[in-house]
């Protein structure tokens, strides 16, 4: 099959708040193309309920919030990039709000902050309880009437177009067409979101299928600290399984939301003294720890003893899911369990989203900047997302690859032929997930790792086969991404003999000096 070619200046994978506010910040500088795999408000970002923290109250300060961020990092984070989030963060609120983002404010006008765990002050600005949705709309609606900005929706990268250590473009199928397409650009903006789709049970939407990583991680790019891989622990519990899994906004706790078992014990008093505003870290394994140890499907939130006219107006979009599952949070607790949310791990970048290769950044959940560490701090992914994005568009129109090269790039062999693949990626698909689940979950066992790891090696060789010789589909690619991904988080979870932040490996439960430091993987040639 014949591809055809499409030039710009500016190409970007995934459409989450990276992505669109990387594009608005360029499009006065060249044309700019988004390529997206489901529509283009499919995202983590459009899901995010809590909100984005900043420092915006003069009871709270830039120190604080720092501190916060490095406790709850457990000693991994890196302390330049988390100055310059929490310094750059405010100033880029005001340019949400001016590009149309509503916030919610209090009774005096003023922007209402919201506490969550781990949060010394009130620093969660948001626009209710879906203030994900409400960025994405306004950055949106600006990017619609940008004439320099195109979309192309149910587009699906698969392999970067690279040679000598540049990154030129993507070769990319239209899963509406089936045609093939080769994106050049000048700069290309990885933006593809999480990998929360590799577990069983995940907050993330069905695009979460660590795509970014994988494109980076083939080329050739270094892989950070994926042992790192954050669970929420109050995600909505229904008897049907769900490919994702409708998130209980830690906001809840934070207005005074009580966990407790089948038989009304508060359990957190018996694992840290801050209650339910503990870390997520820590919240999440005591809930994991409760439903092993009594055999529960499901642990209950109860913020019923609140006002029911202040709950509805604060979590109204919590209230109205609940309520199409016969849950009334006004008047009972919320059955909830620990879900898959956040990769703290991810392609390595510096403090302006460069990675290992001349003409590619990234941005967002995919990148490692090196500001959650070993556990991320609750609402600092939209704020880092935001930070970081902007940094990378600030270098992006003086940073471009060797025009020369374009025609000498590495691309994918054409030669395929038609096997029976949707079968074998169905099924394996579900194995990755288990596997993950399982094996590779809240708490882990050095024997657990191992056999997990094994069995994905097993994986990689034959999808990197079916890969290969098949018929392109969005499934294969999906598939190869999971693969890939499950393989790494193993892989650093293996060669992490401790127990630090979201990384609980019961054979090893103290956390260690020596493993004060990051794990990095890349690809053997």
């Known amino acids: 099959m014949e591809t055809r070619r499409i030039d710009t200046d500016f190409l970007i994978i995934g459409s989450g708040i990276s992505a669109l506010n990387f594009a608005l910040r360029v499009s006065d500088k060249g044309n700019v193309l988004i390529l997206t795999k489901k529509e283009r408000t499919e995202t983590n970002t459009n899901y995010a309920q809590g909100g984005v923290a900043a420092v915006l109250d003069k009871k709270d300060s830039f120190a604080s919030h720092i501190q916060d961020t490095l406790k709850t990092g457990a000693g991994l984070c890196v302390k330049e990039a988390v100055e310059i989030m929490v310094k750059e963060g405010p100033s880029l609120i005001e340019d949400l709000i001016e590009w149309g983002v509503e916030f919610t404010k209090d009774k005096t006008s003023r922007l209402e902050l919201w506490k969550e765990g781990g949060h010394s002050n009130r620093r969660i600005v948001h626009s209710g309880d879906f203030t994900g949705r409400e960025i994405e709309k306004n950055l949106m ?27 030129h473009g993507i070769s990319a199928l239209d899963v509406s067409t089936g045609e093939l397409i080769r994106v050049f650009g000048k700069v290309t903006l990885l933006a593809t979101g999480g990998a929360g789709q590799v577990y069983q049970h995940t907050s993330n939407p069905s695009v979460a299928t660590g795509d970014g990583i994988t494109l980076a991680y083939n080329a050739g790019c270094r892989i950070v600290d994926m042992e790192f891989f954050q669970f929420h622990p109050t995600t909505l519990w229904t008897p049907q399984h769900t490919e994702r899994q409708f998130l209980i906004s830690e906001a809840v706790r934070g207005e005074g939301a009580i966990l407790s078992d089948g038989n009304g014990n508060r359990f957190m008093k018996d694992f840290d003294s801050r209650l339910e505003l503990a870390s997520r870290d820590i919240v999440a394994r005591a809930c994991d720890s409760v439903l092993k140890e009594k055999g529960y499907d499901y642990v209950l939130l109860d913020i019923s003893h609140k006002d029911s006219d202040l709950i509805k107006k604060t979590f109204p979009n919590i209230y109205k899911e609940c309520l199409k599952h016969s849950i009334d949070i006004t008047k009972e607790p919320i059955p909830v369990v620990p879900a898959a949310h956040y990769m703290c791990g991810g392609v390595y970048t510096d403090l302006y989203g460069r990675t290992d290769l001349k003409g590619l ?10 500001v959650h560490g070993a556990n991320r701090l609750a609402s600092n992914s939209l704020l880092e997302a935001l930070v970081f994005s902007t940094r990378a568009a600030s270098i992006a129109e003086n940073w471009q690859v060797t025009d020369s090269n374009h025609k000498k790039a590495k691309l994918l062999d054409k030669k395929r032929t038609k096997i029976g693949e949707s079968v074998l990626a169905i099924h394996t698909r579900k194995e990755i997930k288990q596997t993950m689940w399982d094996y590779v979950g809240i708490v882990r066992r050095d024997y657990l790792l191992n056999r997990a790891v094994r069995r994905f090696e097993l994986y990689l060789g034959e999808i990197e086969e079916l890969y290969k010789n098949s018929n392109l589909s969005r499934d294969i690619a999906e598939l190869r991404s999971l693969v890939t991904v499950a393989y790494l988080i193993t892989k650093s979870a293996l060669k992490r003999k401790e127990s630090r932040g979201l990384h609980y490996n019961k054979d090893h439960p103290a956390e260690k000096e020596e493993f004060n430091k990051h794990t990095f993987l890349k690809k053997e040639e």
Do not use: C, M, W, Y
């Open 141 to 167: 609606s600006a990017i619609k009437h940008h004439p320099n900005i195109r979309i192309f929706e149910h587009h699906i990268a698969f392999e970067l177009i690279s040679r000598d250590g540049e990154v």
């Open 361 to 370: 950044l990234a941005a967002g959940e995919v990148a490692f900047t090196g």
